[in-house]
Every structure is written in structure tokens, then in C-alpha cells.
């Protein structure tokens, strides 16, 4: 027999949302009859996904982009949605929207240019920015502190930025929101392959709270462990290096 395969590693590029549901109502021992079954399926995705942006491990979600500083401006918001505001212009004339945390921060200058530079800024939090005396200050922002409201996420910058550096951009790295699974059930989930199976796993553990409450434990195990898998895969590898430690015994 010829050891061929497929040649082929797009299966979760085929995973459906209506697949997703199928496979986790398996898991309980359903199966899906009815249109009611489909959409509170999704629903509980939907949720799962949330879940999973409160752990703060979404980070496949991870974007770039640089807005233009305003002179004399603090804040800059981010809509979760066109439909509720339109959010700060990015220098390449859109818009961002989404926006569930913003991570790093710089100033940038000479963007286009090999002669590019970035001055990080301090992210703080709410207690500190309060206690600035005067926040209209003008200067070279150095310090930024982010909000995270229901429909938006606003970056606040400290100094505001004076003629000088309102000709700068200002970077910044944000992790967007995971996309919603909606009513069309042949679309994919905006998930990676590596989440795919803590994905069917929490779906079914999920389901089975509704559905069969007497597997409820047994789905939670398994979403936890296939989760722990998945947060260990996603993580960076990095050089190992081994400090030596002095020891003094008997001090």
C-alpha cells in the first residue's frame, strides 16, 4: 500500500461553525434536531469566546498601527463597532475598531524613513493619571492609560503632544476582539488551529450544563486540560539562560 497523504493542512480553515456545534453535541450525547438547538449553540459560543478574552489568552489577535498625535488632544478613542462611533484615524486613512487592549506604546518618528526611531511610553493605571495635576500639558508624551469601556477603548496620553511632536505617530500594538460566530454556520470561527480542540471541548462543556447536566464535571475536565494544551503550544520559545546563585550556609 502507497504511503500517500493529503498534502493538504487546511482543516480548521473547513471548520464551520455548524461543525463546531455538531462536534460538541456528540461529545454529550446529542445531536442537533432543531433550529432552537443551532442557535443557542452559538450563543454559548459567543460566550465561550468572551470567556476566553477575560483569560487574556486571544493573543493570535494581536495588531500594529500608528495614529497621527494631535496637538494639545489626551485622548484618542476605539469603537467596538462603526455602528457605535467612528474611532481615531490611523495614518493610513482608516479606522480601527475592535480594540480590547492596547499593549505597547511609542512615539515614532520617521515612520517611512530607514532613519526610524521609537520612544516607548510608560503605561499606567488609573490612579496615577489622576493624581497628574495638570493633564493638558504639553510636551512629549511619555506616559499613556488606557479605558475599557462597553463600546469603546480609549488611549489617554500624558503630556499631549506640542507642535513639535504632532508631526509624530503614535505605534502601538492592541489585541482586537475575537470575531462573533453570527447566524451564517458555514462560516469559520476566527480561531486558530491550536484552539480548535479547547474550542469543541468548551462548546460541549458548555452545552452539556443545558443538555445533559450529569456530564457538566467530566466536559469541564476535558475543556481544562485540551485549554492548558492549547495555552502551552501558544506560548513563545525563548533562550534558556542559568544564572549561578551564591549560597551561604549557615548565615
Not at 102 to 109: G, Q
Request: aromatic fraction near 12%.
Amino acid at each position: 500500500m502507497a504511503n500517500t497523504t493529503s498534502g493538504t493542512v487546511i482543516f480548521d480553515k473547513g471548520f464551520a461553525v455548524d461543525d463546531i456545534i455538531a462536534e460538541a453535541y456528540e461529545r454529550i450525547g446529542s445531536q442537533v434536531t432543531s433550529g432552537y438547538q443551532l442557535k443557542t449553540a452559538r450563543r454559548s459560543l459567543n460566550i465561550l469566546f468572551q470567556e476566553w478574552g477575560n483569560r487574556g489568552l486571544h493573543y493570535w489577535e494581536v495588531a500594529e498601527t500608528n495614529i497621527d498625535l494631535i496637538e494639545g488632544q489626551a485622548e484618542y478613542t476605539f469603537y467596538r463597532a462603526s455602528a457605535d462611533g467612528t474611532s481615531s484615524s490611523t495614518n493610513a486613512s482608516s479606522n480601527v475598531y475592535g480594540v480590547a487592549d492596547i499593549l505597547e506604546a511609542t512615539i515614532r518618528t520617521n515612520r517611512t524613513a530607514t532613519t526610524q526611531a521609537d520612544s516607548a511610553l510608560t503605561k499606567i493605571d488609573r490612579s496615577t493619571y489622576s493624581a497628574l495635576a495638570n493633564k493638558l500639558t504639553k510636551g512629549t508624551p511619555a506616559q499613556y492609560f488606557v479605558q475599557r469601556f462597553i463600546d469603546k477603548t480609549t488611549l489617554t496620553v500624558y503630556p499631549t503632544a506640542d507642535s513639535t511632536n504632532a508631526s509624530k505617530d503614535l505605534h502601538f500594538y492592541y489585541v482586537k476582539r475575537i470575531q462573533d460566530a453570527d447566524s451564517t454556520y458555514t462560516d469559520a470561527t476566527d480561531v486558530p488551529y491550536r484552539f480548535v480542540p479547547c474550542m469543541a471541548s468548551g462548546l460541549a462543556f458548555y452545552l452539556a450544563q443545558k443538555f445533559n447536566p450529569q456530564l457538566t464535571q467530566q466536559m469541564k475536565l476535558l475543556y481544562e486540560d485540551e485549554l492548558a494544551r492549547a495555552l502551552a503550544e501558544d506560548g513563545s520559545s525563548t533562550s534558556t539562560y542559568i544564572t549561578p546563585k551564591n549560597y551561604y550556609p549557615n548565615i
